[in-house]
Nanobody, 116 residues
Framework: VQLQASGGGLVQAGGSLRLSCAASGFTFSNYHMGWFRQAPGKEREFVAEISWSGRNADYADSAKDRFIISRDNAKNTMYLQMNSMISDDTAVYYC??????????WGQGTLVTVSS
């Protein structure tokens, strides 16, 4: 199993970024997927989740109305569109695969820095 997160970088407050998570080594379309993030000195936290079909999504309160999670099962790729970004969005962002009710397979993370 490989999960390759990309798209991180430096963005000004109010700006946008789109993260990608390229998956391989498993049947991507069979699994719910999620994004998590870990800010410096803080615990890793849930950001968003998308169902295997892409029809259903769930968001942390901090991401609602600003972030959009999506997936392209034909490309084995998941995305996180982040808009109206704020300094609190600064973190390493991870993608993960949900096995049953638990996230077990994790990618290496991509760093997002929001400058104010």
């Amino acid at each position: 199993v490989q999960l390759q997160a990309s798209g991180g970088g430096l963005v000004q407050a109010g700006g946008s970024l789109r993260l990608s998570c390229a998956a391989s080594g498993f049947t991507f379309s069979n699994y719910h997927m999620g994004w998590f993030r870990q800010a410096p000195g803080k615990e890793r936290e849930f950001v968003a989740e998308i169902s295997w079909s892409g029809r259903n999504a769930d968001y942390a309160d901090s991401a609602k109305d600003r972030f959009i999670i999506s997936r392209d099962n034909a490309k084995n790729t998941m995305y996180l569109q982040m808009n109206s970004m704020i300094s609190d969005d600064t973190a390493v962002y991870y993608c993960a695969v949900k096995i049953g009710s638990v996230y077990k397979w994790w990618g290496q993370g991509t760093l997002v820095t929001v400058s104010s």
